[in-house]
């Protein structure tokens, strides 16, 4: 166990790498961060004063190096929109991002695995094809228009619930309905297919014909051998929130969280900003599918990590 | 005599097709999908002639106008106008083009990179596959969205852009779904044979190889589709992807987010199309995935003779078992 999480932990670590070195040659050689970052009207002595304190002027792998090195000390240079130093404005928002995806897509896991087991119960039933059908429906509806009908309905109509901007907990609601409609339905639909696979199995219609009563074996049974799976999935749903879908429901609902902000930066050609939330978001991810394999070993013995 | 031989040949093609129509016909989802997508495709081609408006056309002494069952509304404009008074019809029409020409062209491009990498990587192994693969892995546990965005900004927003980023983005579903269906396939013995009796590489792949790939390759394409569909419209919708004058799905939803409160259906209506047409094209994955795949289709068989032979018995139709 020891040895398999020293190599996942230097797997993570060649990913961190890849995304430095991406952000680098986007930043660095594909793009001028100097054309993108001063204004059309800077003169060429502001110019060149900008690209000599960035370090521009510097061979490319010197630059890399100290790239590198800032990055390794969380050290990204200072916002040009917030005027003081990237990495504070990303701890800020963070924790809002981190709420936002608690409370959606924590609701998606939850509601997910009664849904799909209700579905698998009898398939083709009219319960089944409900779910189905909302799954579909989870699975086509683009988020932003879920987002936008949200508030024509809960917000403009009936008049019950804030449009946008975070504060009191009824701003949350919409928010994390629209964050979990997808992660519902790719979720409940998982359950569904797995516990229909489970059901299917011998030793569960021997447990049927020895009397077992079914919501028994549905708990003991069923839910024992998809959990490891299931888990997995949660950690991908979680995963892409956080690597970018949540751009998509914080600017609809002006959250202000690690999303919105990547859209404003990228809208101030803050280019400092926007590195260092991809660089935390890329770190982020790391952590979470580490703690997922860790998750997964002690949930399903059976797996043979090496 | 080689007429008597190429007659049934060349009417073959249209017996299988008039044939695969009427098995879709059967299954309502899918003729649903279907025809769904042939209204849109018809859109997207013919727009200058379907659309009754030009879509950048402003009118701005009809700003605003509702759908033309409420007052106020006109059957001038049947979805109304927007806050220019462009007739939203028409741009609906008009945004068709965007999302199925970046969908077609990502998957078209993604799927054949994808099918490469993932031949290579499964037919020679060792090393070349070690190497993909640890590529695949690296690039799938990157934060996709964000990289695309940080690139959308340093290289400039556009459709040409968009192609390109979401291609990078999207190659590896296809090589690991190919790596894996050539691995399983290349333990068989008639790829053992082909390659004992000296068939060059080349012949292998393409002609043993491929065909096997076919049915899970095309479903695996129709669901990225939809996928690219929705990208395609969130990052038009963030003001990132199609960039006006020309118009979007998205982008439309984004123009109208700001009248909100006076005007439902600038938002409405083309985050609807957007929906339908993912939902069409969903239904007809769902059908080719039971279509391509024996073991389904023997199933479905069997539920249709039994359905039959229950309506021929006029007995009651019993419970879901």
New interface residues.
């Given amino acids: 166990m020891g040895s398999y999480i020293v190599r996942r932990l230097w797997q993570g670590i060649l990913v961190v790498l890849a995304v430095t070195t991406i952000v680098f040659v986007v930043t660095r050689l594909v793009g001028n961060p100097v054309d993108i970052m001063l204004p059309l009207s800077a003169t060429t002595e502001q110019r060149a004063a900008f690209a000599h304190q960035i370090g521009l002027d510097r061979p490319i792998l010197e630059q890399f190096g100290t790239f590198v090195w800032d990055a390794i000390h969380l050290d990204f240079g200072d916002s040009l929109w917030q005027r003081r130093a990237a990495m504070e404005v990303v701890l800020e928002r963070l924790p809002n991002t981190l709420l936002l995806l608690v409370s959606g897509i924590g609701t998606a896991i939850v509601l997910s695995l009664p849904l799909g087991t209700i579905a698998a119960l009898r398939p083709g039933g009219i319960v089944d094809r409900l779910i189905v059908g909302l799954g579909l429906l989870g699975l086509s509806l683009p988020q932003f228009w879920v987002g936008l009908m949200l508030i024509i309905t809960f917000s403009v109509v009936f008049g019950l619930l804030p449009t946008s901007g975070i504060g009191t907990p009824a701003h949350i609601i919409l928010p994390s309905i629209a964050m979990a409609l997808p992660s519902l339905a790719r979720l409940s639909m998982l359950v569904r297919s797995a516990m229909l696979d489970e059901l299917n199995k011998q030793y569960i219609q021997t447990a049927r014909a020895k009397g077992m009563p079914l919501h028994r074996i549905v708990t003991v049974h069923g839910f024992r051998n998809i959990l490891a799976g299931f888990l997995t999935m949660s950690g991908w749903e979680v995963i892409y929130a956080l690597a970018g879908f949540s751009v998509v429901v914080e600017t609809v609902f002006a959250w202000p969280g690690l999303g919105q902000t990547a859209l404003q930066a990228i809208q101030r050609s803050d280019l400092f900003l926007l590195q260092a939330i991809v660089f935390c978001v890329a770190i982020l991810i790391v952590l979470i599918n580490l703690a997922l394999d860790i998750i997964y070993k002690l949930v399903d013995p059976r797996i043979d990590l090496n | 005599m080689s007429l008597d031989i190429a007659a049934p040949a060349a009417r073959r093609p249209f017996a299988r097709t008039g044939r695969l129509l009427l098995e879709i016909w059967h299954d309502r989802s899918a003729a649903f999908g279907l025809s769904v997508i042939v209204v849109i495709l018809f859109c997207a081609v013919f727009a200058p002639w379907v659309a009754p408006y030009d879509p950048g056309a402003q009118d701005l002494g009809a700003r605003l106008v509702p759908p033309f069952w409420l007052e106020r509304g006109s059957l001038a404009h049947i979805l109304g106008t927007d806050h220019l008074g462009r007739d939203i019809l028409s741009r609906i029409i008009h945004g068709s083009r965007a999302s199925l020409l970046v969908a077609a062209s990502v998957v078209l491009i993604a799927g054949t990179f994808g099918t490469i990498m993932g031949l290579w990587a499964g037919f020679r192994g060792g090393r070349t596959d070690s190497v993909i693969m640890r590529i695949v ?3 799938v ?15 400039g927003p556009g459709i040409a852009t968009m192609i390109v980023v979401l291609s990078i983005a999207n190659w590896m579903v296809y090589a690991r779904l190919v790596r894996s269906i050539v691995l399983s396939v290349r333990q068989l013995e008639y790829i053992e044979a082909a390659e004992m009796i000296g068939c060059r590489p080349g012949r292998v792949v393409f002609s043993h190889l491929l065909p096997n790939l076919i049915s899970p390759l095309l479903t695996l394409a129709i669901l990225e589709f ?1 996928n690219i569909i ?1 990208a395609e ?2 990052l038009s ?4 992807g199609v960039q006006p004058p020309a118009t979007s799905w ?1 982008l439309d ?1 984004a123009n109208g ?1 700001d009248y ?2 006076v005007a ?1 259906w600038l ?2 209506f083309p ?1 609807l199309c ?2 339908i047409t ?2 069409a094209i ?2 007809l994955a769902n059908w080719v995935r039971v279509t391509t795949d024996p073991q389904e289709r023997e199933k479905r068989y069997a539920r249709h003779r039994a359905g039959r032979r229950r309506q021929a018995a006029r007995q009651p139709v019993g419970g ?1 078992q």
């Fill in positions: 892995d690296i690039q546990a990157l934060p996709a969205l964000l990289l695309i965005l940080l690139v959308i900004s340093v290289v939809t929705l419209a969130a919708f963030l003001g990132l998205g939803v987010k909100l409160f439902w938002v409405t985050g957007i929906s993912v939902i969903n239904l879901q």
